[in-house]
């Protein structure tokens, strides 16, 4: 299982550029899943490019919730892979449905547990608000969550674990506490590391450097820095 940052808050690659956005290609089992589309269809074309990823053969793309940073690099998806299914969160059909639809892709709105392909899971739509969902990957250590902003809050991992009946190995994403108060930032640190366990996260988009240093000094979490242009395999 690899992952590409195409697009994320920081730079990470000579030559590439970064926005306040998201979107991360998995490759799995010679299957491809684009999380995320960025915020600007050139940002996701520009770095694609320069990364030697075409996303013209990309199997899944998945939108968490509707919030910009997430998918507003649609009209270059649309240009490369017209027709590809977008999977979309509940509550998102009146406007990334009809938006998505106008440009020539597939929306698909999710409203319950779906698996994509073998071990491959989105997960119910969580209320923050916005809606958002999660995608999930079975791995030999344990579940992979990826995360777009966490705005129904780390509370959902446990709900996951939980349908899935499996533990949570590495966590991957946005975790929207770049301006959260330090009592919130503690109280996330401290559920993650007591409740959810998991022995992998990759913050990235709107985490937060406050919350990686907590995660750090808990010395109970392997933490892994990526940004644009970055990959990781596991």
Known sequence: MELTVIS?????RKGLVAKHSLSILVVRNLESYLFGMGIDPGVLE???KELGIGLDTVDYVVVSHEHTPHYGGYR???AEAPFTDVFIPYGASESL???F???GLKPREVRAWTQLSEGVYL???FYGPPYEHFMVFEHGKGLVVLSGCMHPGVTALSSISEFLRKGIYAIVGGFHLANAPS????SY???LIDVVKPRLVIPLHCSGNEFVNKLRETGLVEVAELSTGDEFRM
């Open 8 to 12: 994320d808050d920081k730079i990470g």
């Open 46 to 48: 520009h770095n694609s």
């Open 76 to 78: 270059y998806i649309s």
């Open 97 to 99: 449905g009809r938006l």
């Open 101 to 103: 639809a106008r440009n």
């Open 123 to 125: 997960s119910k739509p």
């Open 183 to 186: 009592t919130i930032v503690e």
């Open 189 to 191: 640190t401290k559920y």
